[in-house]
T-cell receptor
């Protein structure tokens, strides 16, 4: 099925370990996003890529890096994991700026549940 | 700062109407959105409203917008157990390429 695929679905890390969360979309979307979801705090934007070749910081970028590998793939890296990064991470994509296509919204992956101990 | 506020929990009986409220912050937001998140899944777009509209109806869903008070609401008629989920409102300030999401309201439907 077309959509946004995230891997892995679950991960447990020890403090100080590194890992990369993978995200791929097959809808030929231009823009991709990484969010984290924490109880009572909604979704907070970590990084986004408005188009291939560009990345920008969101609300909570500290402790993370991203790579827009190509139009399909947008990865999120934790260089030295901390317990505060325990969260559910969502990748999303959109075809274009929503002003041009408001009815499409974002397409979200099913999430990666990360625990840092 | 940018805060989109929602109450955290709502509980209703099956068959009743649910009303989920949201207060947003950026009056320049052209579109306002509602997303639904079912357990263990990502968010799915439910509906959206253009800022020059007061109301939009889509089957069991009614969206009301009070632009003066920056208040958005989602009414679900004849609420069913399958409507149990977290509902997020989101604003989309033009030119920013990104949403500002609310905290989410967890709707529990009692049989």
């Amino acid at each position: 099925n077309a959509g946004v695929t995230q891997t892995p679905k679950f991960q447990v890390l020890k403090t100080g370990q590194s890992m990369t969360l993978q995200c791929a979309q097959d809808m030929n979307h231009n823009s991709m996003y990484w969010y984290r979801q924490d109880p009572g705090m909604g979704l907070r934007l970590i990084y986004y890529s408005a188009s291939e070749g560009t990345t920008d910081k969101g609300e909570v970028p500290n402790g993370y890096n991203v790579s827009r590998l190509n139009k399909r793939e947008f990865s999120l890296r934790l260089e030295s994991a901390a317990p505060s990064q325990t969260s559910v991470y969502f990748c999303a994509s959109s075809s274009t700026a929503l002003e041009l296509a408001p009815n499409y919204g974002y397409t979200f992956g099913s999430g990666t549940r990360l625990t840092v101990v | 700062g940018e805060d989109v506020e929602q109450s955290l929990f709502l509980s209703v009986r099956e068959g009743d109407s649910s009303v989920i409220n949201c207060t947003y912050t950026d009056s320049s937001s052209t579109y306002l959105y509602w997303y639904k998140q079912e357990p263990g899944a990502g968010l799915q777009l439910l509906t959206y409203i253009f800022s020059n509209m007061d109301m939009k109806q889509d089957q069991r869903l009614t969206v009301l917008l009070n632009k003066k008070d920056k208040h958005l609401s989602l009414r679900i008629a004849d609420t069913q157990t399958g409507d149990s989920a977290i509902y997020f409102c989101a604003e989309y300030p033009p030119g920013t390429y990104k949403y500002i999401f609310g905290t989410g309201t967890r709707l529990k439907v009692l049989a």
